[in-house]
């Protein structure tokens, strides 16, 4: 028997997966959680083989618990689950140490074989996933990105505190276009798609403090 745990937010889809899942023979649902702060309390009481992990979800995303998975139960093996399939969630992802990344349009019979192939030890990945890791790794390494300005970090320092653009435009006193310019441009130079990952991405760089260590 495959022991799963399934991991998900949204509770009619985790309710499918386990109802989809406890119903196939060589697999059984040892568990279910709601984001990835109980994924990781699961995983150390339930031990699974194989985690089946949503990405985006509160308190605890998807990748930061993966990485949390991989370097703390080498032999429980995450296999990502997401609607997400843009170039910097995939290599998250895969950086964190997920032995596969399928998609939620995957067909039944093939996301049931996909967790028998991560218990077996073998990568998965959904074909789309595949063939963007293929032309990112065919495509020539761009030049280091530039470093954000001091504006822009005063920018981003706010957001960390949860203003909203209006906020931070009236405290820096800047337009709040201006405020939006200035975080495409981070979301640019950090490699991040929104406001939450930019802030998580400066304090592992060291561009903001981190609360949790002053």
Known sequence: M?????????PVVRSGLVGMLSVTEDIEVVGEAGDGSEALALVESARPDVVLMDLRMPRTDGVTATGAIVSGYPST???VLTTYDTDTDIL????AGAAGYLLKDTP????????????RGETVLAPPVAARLMSRLRTPAAPPAAQPSPRELE?????????????????LYIGEA??????QRLFTKLDVDDRTRA????YERGLLPNPRTT
């Open 92 to 95: 998250h992802a895969v950086e």
């Open 108 to 119: 039944h019979a093939d996301l049931l074989d996909g967790i028998r192939a991560a218990a």
């Open 199 to 202: 802030v998580t991405v400066a």
């Open 2 to 10: 495959i022991r799963v745990l399934v991991v998900d937010d949204h």
């Open 77 to 79: 093996r995450v296999l």
């Open 155 to 171: 920018v981003l320092a706010a957001v960390a505190r949860g203003l909203s653009n209006a906020e931070i435009g009236r405290e």
């Open 178 to 183: 201006t405020v939006k310019t200035h975080l």
